[in-house]
Every structure is written in structure tokens, then in C-alpha cells.
């Protein structure tokens, strides 16, 4: 799978999308990740990529000449399955999405710009919005590095571990079991003894009970509980849980 992530600020990417697991499943061949400099595809002496909104609103909003240029040659090098623009008024990222997005073969992100983007590049390009959580950041580079993290790694090969990307917190809908590892006493504290009892179908029936325990305590929202409003996010795309029955 191939992303390319247009941006104002690539210098925002280099270090989130070249270190670790990410680096490894692109020298794998597993993914690709392009960034492309927005600046690039600007015109004129200055290459100006923003300007201020008509209207008269205080902040500078990105032109659409260079985004449009930007995508429409490297749509004419290859297919996208999705456009994504990363802002604060899209659909709340989650697993289901990123689990979603892991299975297309290309896309593209535009990373979001102080005021915004020109909005017919909202209306004639993107084709869905994203948003890494209800709160505002100065940009859109690190909510694209948090989508191409979370897609990459659950790449099947991306991670050493193979089981390890499928027992992550939400992959089942619920939260991660603890972990432990040694010492088996550390201040007195001890480790669980069902996990050192090698008794596997018991250390396995514990972490499902470990797992449905917090999800209850600590996200009920997850599983349609009290502050669960529709299960967790079921009436938007990419919301809720994958799975609500108790094993
Ligand atoms: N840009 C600014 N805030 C954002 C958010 N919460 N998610 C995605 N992109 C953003």
C-alpha cells in the first residue's frame, strides 16, 4: 500500500514516519509513504501555497491551484481508493477505521492548514475527513502520522510478533488485558499467578476476563454502557465496537 501526505510541513513528518516499525515495513516493501511538499506545486516567484479567505476573516487559508496539481498527478501515476483531509470537524478516528483504511491500496492525505483549505477542495477532492480526536491542533501533520502509523503497523508482516497487532486495545472491540513481565516480585507487588502457571487455556480464559473487566470499568462507552450513547459511535461511520457479545 502506498501514502502519500501532502503537507505545508514535511520537516513535521520525517521523524513520526522514519523511525521504528514504520521504517521497517517501508524497507520491507509492505508500505510506501510519500510526502510531498504542498510548496512544490505553487507557482510564481513567491510560491505561495495560502492567501487570506475572501470575507474578511482574520488567518490564511491554502489555494486549491497547488493541492489540485499535487493530486491530479499522482492520480495520474496511479489509483487512490480514498483522499483524506485530517481536521477537527471529521469523523473521530478509531480501530474500525484504521483497520478499514489498512485494506485499500493507495491514499492520500491532505494535512489541514491554520484556517483550513480552500473549501472546493473539500467539495471536488476529498472524499472523507478525519479527526484524531475533539480538540484543535496547529496542524494536520500530526493527525497524518497518527493515521499512517495506526494503518502501517496492523500491515499483516509489519510487526515482528504477528499475534501481537490483533491483541492490541479495540482490535476486538475491548480493551488490552495487563501485561507483566519480570521480575515475577518487584516491591513486594507480585504477578498475577494464573501467568505464571503455564497453563495456557487458563492464562487465556484470565486475559478475556481482564480485558471485558476494564473495557467495563474504564470505556463502557465501548461496549453501548452508560456513556455508551448507541454502543460507542454505531449512527457514524468508523464508530463503535466490532464486537459486543461477551465470550
Ligand atoms: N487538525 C487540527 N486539529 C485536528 C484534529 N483534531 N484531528 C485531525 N486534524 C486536525
Known sequence: M????????????VSPLGESILKRACAKGLAEIAVHN?????????????????????????KPEPVFRCVEQLKSE??????????????VYNQREANRLSTLGNIIIICGHYKGLDH????????????????VLTGGELAAAVIA??????IPGAIGDEASAL??????????????????????WKVPEVLLSGNF????????EQAWDRTQRLRP???????????????????????LEKP
Do not use: C, K
Open 201 to 208: 487455556a487458563r492464562i487465556e480464559q484470565w486475559r478475556e
Open 149 to 154: 502509523d495506526s494503518i502501517v503497523r496492523i
Open 120 to 135: 472546493r477542495i473539500r467539495e471536488h477532492l476529498v472524499t472523507r475527513e478525519i479527526s484524531i480526536g475533539d480538540y
Open 167 to 188: 491483541t492490541d486495545s479495540f482490535q476486538d472491540g475491548l480493551l488490552a488485558p495487563p501485561v507483566y513481565t519480570r521480575p515475577a516480585e518487584f516491591n513486594g
Open 221 to 243: 462507552d465501548l461496549l453501548g454502557g452508560p456513556d455508551g450513547r448507541a454502543g460507542g459511535g454505531e449512527d457514524r461511520p468508523g464508530g463503535g465496537p466490532e464486537r
Open 38 to 62: 504542498i510548496r512544490d506545486w505553487a507557482e510564481g516567484r513567491h510560491r505561495q501555497v495560502d492567501d487570506y479567505p475572501f470575507g474578511g476573516e482574520a488567518g490564511m487559508v491554502l
Open 2 to 13: 502506498r501514502i502519500d501526505i501532502l503537507t505545508v510541513v514535511p520537516e513535521l513528518l
Open 78 to 91: 496511479r489509483r487512490y481508493d480514498e483522499v483524506i483531509y485530517t481536521s477537527p470537524d471529521g469523523i
